[in-house]
Antibody, heavy 118, light 107 residues
Framework: EVQLQESGPGLVKPSQSLSLTCSVT????????WGWIRKFPGNKMEWMGY???????SYNPSLKSRISITRDTSKNQFFLQLNSVTTEDTATYYC????????????WGQGVMVTVSS | DIQMTQSPASLSASLGETVTIQCRAS??????LAWYQQKPGKSPQLLIY???SLQDGVPSRFSGSGSGTQYSLKISSMQTEDEGVYFC?????????FGSGTKLEIK
């Protein structure tokens, strides 16, 4: 069974970087696509980006040059880094498998709440 | 970006009632639409993909329909466990975008 688990700090100071890890079990990240989605207070959901089976990436233009998604295939993990965070980045962050052929996210992590505050 | 307008924002339904949630895209998304259910404290669960295909393990009382810019999710007989927030998501064009969510409660 495919399982994803996010980990990382729950509190980040403004202007610093947010770094999260998604650990995947039951499936290799060298297959398919692996993304990050966040949910803001009030239910708004935003797709942030993904990394493909080959290591190529695609990002939401709204995040401009602040975002980076990388991976470690030896640990079957992929990572999110979001730079220069503000309080507007306070959200629950989810990692998920993106099924490219069907344009949907079929497996999700449980999510990690990240608060940006001084 | 493709805007996804979801309605209603909230609704309450009685046990056994049929529930319909709507999602309208700002342009034709050619059935590239998925529906998710999210319960409090849990991650979203995929219900429907390709506008009308039922994900494995999802009860058959859930169904999706639509084409072009108009899509809907139907629950044919509301159950207690169907309470939660429902989202639509388009996967046709980058950036993928979500509807604003519909909170469904038991009346």
């Amino acid at each position: 069974e495919v399982q994803l688990q996010e980990s990382g700090p729950g509190l980040v100071k403004p202007s610093q970087s947010l770094s999260l890890t998604c650990s995947v079990t039951g499936y290799s990240i060298t297959s398919n696509y692996w993304g990050w989605i966040r949910k803001f207070p009030g239910n708004k959901m935003e797709w942030m980006g993904y990394i493909s089976y080959s290591g190529s990436t695609s990002y939401n233009p709204s995040l401009k040059s602040r975002i980076s998604i990388t991976r470690d295939t030896s640990k079957n993990q992929f990572f999110l880094q979001l730079n220069s965070v503000t309080t507007e980045d306070t959200a629950t962050y989810y990692c998920a498998r993106y099924y490219y052929s069907g344009d949907y996210f079929d497996y999700w992590g449980q999510g990690v709440m990240v608060t940006v505050s001084s | 970006d493709i805007q996804m307008t979801q309605s209603p924002a909230s609704l309450s339904a009685s046990l056994g009632e049929t529930v319909t949630i709507q999602c309208r895209a700002s342009e034709d998304i050619y059935s590239g639409l998925a529906w998710y259910q999210q319960k409090p404290g849990k991650s979203p669960q995929l219900l429907i993909y390709g506008a009308s295909s039922l994900q494995d393990g999802v009860p058959s009382r859930f169904s999706g329909s639509g084409s072009g810019t108009q899509y809907s999710l139907k629950i044919s007989s509301m159950q207690t466990e169907d309470e939660g927030v429902y989202f639509c998501q388009q996967g046709l064009k980058y950036p993928f975008t979500f509807g604003s969510g519909t909170k469904l409660e038991i009346k």
